[in-house]
């Protein structure tokens, strides 16, 4: 079965440093998404892609955050200066058209210290 | 806005249980409805999904019906096993604004013991 994969699975980082998270999704899949869950909490919405753009974007994904799609198979998501609150797992995910579930990647877990 | 509530956890069954997770949503339009499961150290699996009114979604023995005139979800599942053992999140897409996106509630923990 098509699956989404993430990279790396778990990633510690510097307060202040960038990190990049990456992400491929399935291949005839058009729509693009970063979740993220706070340890124990809530799983978030971070922003939606599609068409080589963003679509939506929440109140998280501020001007620290981006996203690409730098070869038409690759996906990521970057932080610029991380900050502790960024501790988190962040979940890619795809789509094949609106109104269908997404797949969701394993997760990276990413902690700041 | 588009939102999930789930009835609060830690649920804790024995094995061969009964098993409901309530959900109810606040939507406009039609939303599609979907019960995603997060096993330990894992993913989010998508376990199964209601597109209309009165449709049953059912997968590995959990059914859940997409009830429009109580705003439901409910999970159910009629035996329970100790691989169940994972947290349940009800989510719904509906298209808000323009573009959709998967909206989840805060999840259930089940704990199933021998």
């Known amino acids: 079965e098509p699956e989404v994969t993430q990279t790396p699975s778990h990633q510690v980082t510097q307060m202040g440093q960038e990190v990049i998270l990456r992400c491929v999704p399935i291949?005839?899949?058009?729509?693009f998404y970063w979740y993220r869950q706070i340890l124990g909490q809530k799983v978030e919405f971070l922003v939606s892609f599609y068409n080589n753009e963003i679509s939506e974007k929440s109140e998280i994904f501020d001007d620290q955050f981006s996203v690409e799609r730098p070869d038409g198979s690759n996906f990521t998501l970057k932080i610029r200066s991380t900050k502790l609150e960024d501790s988190a797992m962040y979940f890619c995910?795809?789509?094949?058209?609106?109104?269908?579930?997404?797949?969701f990647g394993s997760g990276t877990r990413l902690t700041v210290v | 806005g588009n939102s999930v509530t789930q009835m609060e956890g830690p649920v804790t069954l024995s094995e061969e249980a009964f098993l409901t997770i309530n959900c109810t949503y606040t939507a406009t339009g039609y939303p599609s409805l979907f019960w995603y499961v997060q096993y330990p150290g894992e993913g989010l699996q998508l376990l199964l999904k209601a597109t209309k009114a009165d449709d049953k979604g059912s997968n590995k023995g959990f059914e859940a019906t997409y009830r429009k005139e109580t705003t439901s979800f409910h999970l159910e599942k009629g035996s329970v096993q100790v691989s169940d053992s994972a947290v349940y999140f009800c989510a719904l897409i509906s298209l808000q604004g323009g573009s959709e996106k998967l909206v989840f509630g805060k999840g259930t923990k089940l704990t199933v013991n021998p």
């Open positions: 995910a795809s789509s094949e058209g609106e109104g269908y579930g997404y797949t």
């Open positions: 291949s005839n899949h058009l729509y």
